[in-house]
């Protein structure tokens, strides 16, 4: 949820207003993390919420609602997927007369990738620790085949890991995008 919070509170201390969020229906608890922390900082702010939920089935169907979300909801001035499936199903829209779509939109990406950082305007992405999650998924399963309980149960852990905001130009302050810089 945190991760999500500061990236839409990000948004906001840029300008932008009229922020979406862009997620699945389920009940995966890490989605529904990213979730409350968007409506938390949506709420803090006074800011109106813009929420599609998708079921997803497939990169086409998903890009066609994304598409249409986004033409219904033209004054939405920036954009926030909860997850990286869901930004690159987006980026299809940079392959038609859609494009405008999203470069005229203050985007971010849950979950970092290479391409992020070559698309112009450069991505801001919300990256998680993928080998400090891998090296504690690691030493709970360690820990756990050393336990020498014999009735099968096991705790269950929760561990939470700091995730970074990687600012791109695509968030850059709205007052900012609009003056032309020379070179």
């Given at each position: ?43 803090r ?14 990169q086409?169907?998903?890009?066609g ?33 859609d ?20 698309i ?9 620790p ?20 014999t009735?099968?149960?096991q ?25 032309k810089?020379v070179?």
């Amino acid at each position: 949820a945190k991760a999500t919070a500061d990236a839409t509170a990000h948004l906001v201390d840029n300008g932008f207003k009229n922020i979406a969020f862009i997620t699945i229906e389920t009940a995966q608890q890490q989605m529904l993390d990213r979730l409350d922390g968007y409506r938390n900082t949506i709420k803090r702010f006074g800011l109106k919420e813009n929420i599609l939920q998708i079921v997803y089935t497939d990169q086409k169907t998903t890009v066609g609602k994304i598409k249409s979300f986004l033409l219904e909801n033209k004054d939405t001035d920036a954009v926030l997927f909860a997850a990286n499936y869901l930004t690159m199903s987006a980026l299809q829209l940079f392959k038609t007369k859609d494009k405008t779509l999203l470069t005229s939109k203050a985007l971010i990406s849950f979950d970092d990738f290479e391409l992020l950082e070559f698309i112009s305007p450069s991505i801001t992405s919300i990256e998680q620790p993928i080998k400090a999650i891998a090296g504690q998924i690691f030493q709970l399963m360690l820990k756990r085949l050393d336990a020498k309980k014999t009735d099968g149960l096991q705790e269950s852990s929760v561990i939470k890991l700091p995730a970074s905001l990687i600012k791109r130009a695509s968030t850059a302050a709205k007052l900012a995008k609009k003056v032309k810089l020379v070179s």
